[in-house]
């Protein structure tokens, strides 16, 4: 099983975020790991509900950031973090129709995992140079 690991790529130098950007991983790694060695419903349940809770508190510390530092990119940044939210949505309704499958190990590398990677790549990384030094 390929477990996700972020690398220079994916590194802004700005310490809150970086170590958020870590713990949501170590949340996916988790689900994914669950669902590897086919743990019961309410174990994979938990993790799923744990990356859920971290997913909401990393977003929204990102966009006090952004608002607080008056980046102009904040908008497009939000309709983005709305297109995950809903991914998570999707996520959770997936194993709610039908529990700890491999669908739902689709759905986590899919709509989380590879879709989140992505967006620290390309968006994330484009309020680097206006925040760096403005946010510790
Ligand atoms: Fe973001």
């Known amino acids: 099983m390929n477990l996700y690991k972020l690398d220079d790529s994916t ?3 700005i ?3 970086d170590s958020q950007h870590k713990e949501l991983f170590d949340r996916v790694n988790n689900l994914l790991m669950a669902l590897t060695l086919a743990k019961g419903n309410e174990e994979v349940g938990n993790t799923v509900n744990f990356l859920e809770s971290y997913i909401k508190v990393h977003l929204s510390t990102e966009e006090d950031f952004m608002i607080k530092n008056n980046y102009l990119g904040y908008s497009p940044h939000k309709v983005a973090h709305a297109v995950f939210t809903n991914n998570v949505f999707k996520l959770k309704k997936e194993f709610q129709e ?12 899919d709509l989380i995992g590879d879709w989140f990677m992505n967006h ?3 968006t994330d990384m484009k ?5 760096k030094d403005k946010i510790k």
């Open 120 to 122: 620290i790549k390309t």
């Open 127 to 131: 309020y680097v140079p206006f925040l």
């Open 98 to 109: 039908r529990g700890a499958t491999s669908n739902l190990a689709i759905a986590v590398k």
């Open 15 to 17: 310490p809150t975020i």
């Open 11 to 13: 590194t802004t130098g």
